[in-house]
């Protein structure tokens, strides 16, 4: 079994990604394959976040492995971290790759004396990249001697652009969140015993449409038992007609609305309420979001785009509508007001999630090293 040294963000830093990544290393801590975790000390400075802030305590678990390392815009840190990489016995050095914040660290070490470098591609670059964060992107992913990715439909990217270089794919692992009672959730957020929540998590940016979910809300008849349930820390502004619409929807009693960063404390609550996720992504090569809601026994209604439509099985776990198509969406949600067809998909939306655990993950991970290292 190969040595793997991951490197990337964790505890305190909030996202899907730090989250990701920490559970990947207790997954390689347990299976005896973790060679070290190194993760960031500091990641973004204030002006380069378009969030309110990227610290969250609550948003994965501060493991006692871990060894805070370097700064992502500290060049000087980049050296310890390179020394530390050449004497932890590791094989290989894993490290997530979503952003070009990250590329100049990261490509620095790509032509430092470390060991081979496996690229977890959870983005193959931004989802507002421009030339430079493309090259940037193309400069790291190059240098790299294996990717993991989360859908085909990015792996089938990767081997046009580098073909030389192998790929392997495993969904991410979805685990419920557990913790509230569904009850005393939907008490917490106003909801009544007859509404059917429909709901929309995560940051909010324009390729996560969640002006198309707002439009499809507004087509449902007035005397629909459907709500919005919209929670999320908007990155930019929201266009003006697309606010209007929800303060309308709030005031009416169709949208319970929280417009900024939910603690990961507060997250199970807003899962236990739902009676399902929405996600209509204009693009997407995964989602982490859907992988919670999955393993939290939601099923998904979907933009047939990307990774998603490879994770959702229309009419087993979700349904999948057209992106942009408000009306397409409208009709997946009136579906989804029949109780018997949300039990079914419930029931097939824990089905797909007993298949994928991080323990498979990490070994999809350690077998595609084992290649990478073969070449």
Not at 252 to 261: C, D, F, M, T, Y
Request: charged residues 20%.
């Amino acid at each position: 079994m190969p040595r793997l040294a991951l490197v990337g963000p964790s505890w305190p830093y909030r996202g899907g990604i730090s989250r990701t990544t920490t559970k990947l290393a207790e997954a390689l801590d347990r299976r005896g394959s973790l060679a070290a975790f190194l993760t960031a000390a500091r990641q973004y400075p204030r002006f380069l976040y378009p969030g309110t802030r990227d610290i969250d305590p609550g948003a994965c678990r501060r493991l006692a492995i871990a060894e805070p390392s370097f700064g992502v815009f500290q060049p000087l840190s980049w050296r310890r971290l390179a020394k530390r990489l050449r004497t932890v016995g590791a094989d290989a050095v894993a490290l997530p790759y979503w952003t070009a914040a990250w590329a100049p660290m990261e490509a620095w070490l790509a032509r430092a004396e470390v060991p081979p470098l496996v690229a977890i591609v959870h983005n193959p670059c931004d989802h507002d990249a421009g030339w430079l964060a493309r090259s940037g992107a193309n400069f790291v992913l190059a240098r790299c001697s294996g990717f993991l990715c989360h859908a085909s439909s990015v792996a089938s990217g990767l081997r046009e652009k580098f073909p030389q270089i192998p790929v392997q794919v495993h969904p991410l692992a979805m685990e419920p969140t557990g913790g509230a009672n569904r009850e005393e959730a939907r008490r917490r957020l106003g909801l009544s015993e007859g509404n059917v929540a429909f709901l929309s998590f995560g940051l909010i940016r324009p390729y996560k449409g969640v002006d198309v979910l707002v439009d499809a809300i507004t087509r449902l008849p007035a005397d629909s038992p459907a709500v919005l349930l919209l929670a999320g820390e908007p990155w930019g502004p929201l266009d003006g007609e697309t606010r209007r619409r929800i303060e309308r929807l709030a005031a009416a009693g169709k949208a319970i609305v929280r417009l900024e960063w939910v603690p990961e404390e507060d997250v199970p609550t807003w899962l236990a309420a739902a009676d399902v996720m929405v996600l209509p992504y204009r693009a997407a090569t995964g989602s982490a979001v859907a992988a919670q809601a999955l393993g939290h026994g939601l099923p998904l209604v979907a933009s047939a785009v990307g990774g998603l439509a490879e994770i959702v099985e229309d009419g087993r776990n979700g349904l999948l509508v057209p992106p942009s198509d408000a009306s397409a969406l409208a009709a997946a949600l009136s579906r989804l007001l029949d109780p018997e067809l949300r039990a079914r998909l419930a029931a097939g939306a824990r089905a797909v999630a007993a298949a994928w655990s991080w323990d498979s993950y990490a070994a999809c991970l350690e077998t595609l090293v084992e290649r990478a290292l073969e070449r």
